[in-house]
């Protein structure tokens, strides 16, 4: 169905019907993303706005999402359309994950000293702690390597959470 052929009534009750945290996440992504400030995302951002939020598509979701901006919308997606594709997988993403607090209490369970970072020592330390067990040589910074995505050194609370949608 055409964005065009839905009322604004309809995408009012669609957000109502929807935790207002949710929906000012979605909007703080939606603008993060939207370069030009025009009110529309181009279909090349929509995966990596979708990451951001913690959504983790497949290539085959990604490449339906693209066709369907790319048909339906003339490439472009605004915040309704925007509502209506994340809100679904959000709701339903939250419900099979684990809530932001637990999220943010394992975090905190690696950051020791609490800079928002999980460092090589941190990591070590709490694979002994946690699963009681040292790790072979390389094989924790084999770890690191593949979590630490903007490869700083560190692991953030995003890759952390990337880490174990992945998984």
Do not use: H
């Amino acid at each position: 169905k055409n964005s065009l052929d839905r009322s604004p009534l309809e995408s009012l009750s669609k957000i109502s019907s929807w935790p207002k945290q949710s929906e000012s996440t979605l909007q703080e992504a939606f603008k993060e993303f939207d370069y030009d400030q025009d009110g529309y995302l181009n279909y090349k951002d929509v995966a990596e706005c979708m990451r951001t939020m913690g959504y983790m598509p497949t290539e085959m979701e990604l490449l339906e999402i693209v066709q369907q901006i790319k048909m339906r919308m003339g490439g472009l997606m605004d915040f309704d359309d925007f509502i209506e594709l994340m809100g679904p997988r959000m709701m339903g993403e939250t419900a099979d994950m684990l809530g932001l607090k637990e999220l943010q209490s394992a975090f905190s369970q690696f950051d020791l000293d609490g800079d928002g970072k999980i460092s090589q020592d941190e990591m070590k330390e709490a694979v002994k702690t946690l699963l009681g067990e040292k790790l072979k040589k390389g094989e924790l910074e084999e770890i690191l390597k593949e979590l630490d995505i903007n490869a700083d050194g560190s692991i953030d609370f995003e890759e952390f959470v990337m880490m174990l949608s992945i998984r």
